[in-house]
């Protein structure tokens, strides 16, 4: 139950960032990987990792399709394989970290679960 709390945070934290921050203000807290994607394309991650971060939330508390599971899992995984290629493609290798651990504790939950 802890690897979906920590997962479900982690999610919530980063896409209510990207869509409460918006492009310019992200960039200046460090995010220098906006720079290269537009407003709306940051605020649709934002929203995927919301919904995302929602799902896992609602799916270890109340019994949902295994295929809805596995989809929100799978979207997650996509994500983070995406934001880990940006970041290492850009050298930010701290940010880097974080996306291949919310990509591991997702593959965990999914090879877990079923």
Same mark, same amino acid.
């Given at each position: 139950m802890l690897i979906y709390a920590t997962l479900t945070l982690a999610l919530l934290i980063a896409g209510g960032r990207k869509l409460y921050l918006g492009k310019e203000k992200i $960039? %200046?807290?460090? #995010?220098a990987w906006a720079e290269t994607f537009t407003e709306s394309f940051i605020k649709l991650l #934002? %929203?995927?990792?919301v919904i995302c971060g929602l799902g896992i939330a609602i799916a270890s508390r109340v019994r949902i399709s295994p $295929? &809805?599971? &596995?989809? &929100?899992?799978s979207i $997650? $995984?996509?994500l983070m394989l995406g934001a880990s290629f940006i970041h290492f493609s850009r050298k930010e290798y701290p940010l880097l970290i974080g996306t291949l651990v919310l990509f591991l504790m997702a593959l965990f939950i999914l090879l877990t679960t079923f």
């Open positions: $960039i %200046a807290n460090g #995010g #934002g %929203a995927t990792e $295929i &809805i599971f &596995i989809s &929100i899992l $997650i $995984i996509v």
